[in-house]
């Protein structure tokens, strides 16, 4: 086989790699990179608009109903208990991430802060009570809360981390 075919069929396969490479990111854009995606096959949640939450429901019990439905874009107000502080995701925008467990359910779900837009969270630790208002993302490790600050554009809903009487936005 002559040098040019090798260069080819090298070029090719690079150029294969990288389609499928980023063929996955793209599918995976919803989600911040601190996220665990869904297995392959499993029915992606609806990306249609957030609804409201029935009348007298918990914002925990949105988040469970919304993991059990596998559903995302729902925006929530919850609490929860630091049970396990993560190191920073730095692709991209930097994310401070933390997992919660929600008090009544036991239901744990990973916190992604973004500390680009947002101050992180000082002096966070295991067993500390957060106050959140952001959007959940469905996962299949408990889902995903993120847009935990302000919408620099000013275009959607912001939300916000509450710990130990500070807002952080």
Known sequence: MSRAA????????????????????????????????????????????????????????????AFEQRLSNQWVEAEGVVERILPDDRQGSRHQRFLLRLPSSGHTVLVSHNIDLSPR???????????????????????????????????????WIEHKGRRYS
């Open 6 to 65: 090798i260069t080819r069929l090298l070029v090719l396969a690079l150029v294969a790699a990288a389609g499928l490479y980023f063929a996955g990111r793209i599918r995976e854009a919803p989600v911040p990179s601190a996220a665990v995606q869904p297995s392959a096959g499993a029915p992606r949640p609806s990306a249609g608009p957030a609804r409201r939450p029935a009348a007298g429901e918990s914002g925990e019990a949105r988040i469970v109903r």
């Open 121 to 159: 969270v000082r002096g966070l630790q295991v067993g500390d009570r957060v106050v959140f208002r952001g959007e959940y993302e469905w996962n299949t490790r408990g889902g995903v809360i993120h847009w935990t600050h302000r919408d620099p554009a000013g275009k959607r809903p912001g939300g």
